[in-house]
């Protein structure tokens, strides 16, 4: 099984983040290289990692608002 260094990673989470609590953090990972999405709320918690392919079609969809 292959493990990606999380701790080292550097979370960042969008501009347009509006307070509310309601966002997720995201970093890239050099390790992969992959894509690691968190909530921000829980920086401790799960995280979902996609790779890059995976991230374009992710934010594609969402930002044609197939995904809600």
Excluded at 26 to 40: F, Q, Y
Aim: proline share 9%; hydrophobic share 30%; with cysteine.
């Amino acid at each position: 099984m292959n493990t990606i260094d999380l701790p080292g990673a550097r979370w960042r989470k969008s501009r347009r983040s509006n307070g509310s609590g309601n966002c997720v953090e995201v970093a890239a990972l050099p390790e992969g290289p992959h894509v690691a999405i968190r909530d921000s709320k829980n920086p401790s918690g799960p995280t979902l990692t996609l790779s890059p392919a995976d991230w374009r079609t992710f934010t594609t969809r969402i930002k044609a608002r197939h995904l809600r």
